[in-house]
């Protein structure tokens, strides 16, 4: 039984304070082999993914943001 807490996912692109025109960018992160991560763009859940084997994680946006900042988190 593995009693240990997953390690908190972090978000590593689009990079903080970074700029893009796509409206519909791909999210990317790292964490715990196997975990659930669930990302969320300014407070609104926008979708799961689940980290692969080497440590990292995907997520497409699929609804388009408005242009301007956003606060990714996962």
Not at 16 to 32: K, N, R, V, W
Not at 44 to 56: E, F, K, L, S
Request: aromatic share 2%; no cysteine; net charge negative.
């Amino acid at each position: 039984i593995d009693v240990t807490a997953p390690l908190t996912p972090s978000v590593a692109g689009p990079a903080q304070d970074s700029t893009t025109t796509d409206t519909t960018p791909t999210i990317t992160g790292a964490g715990e082999p196997g975990s659930l991560v669930t990302v969320s763009i300014d407070g609104q859940r926008v979708g799961d993914t689940t980290v692969v084997a080497d440590g990292t994680w995907t997520l497409d946006v699929s609804t388009a943001l408005t242009l301007g900042s956003h606060q990714v988190s996962a």
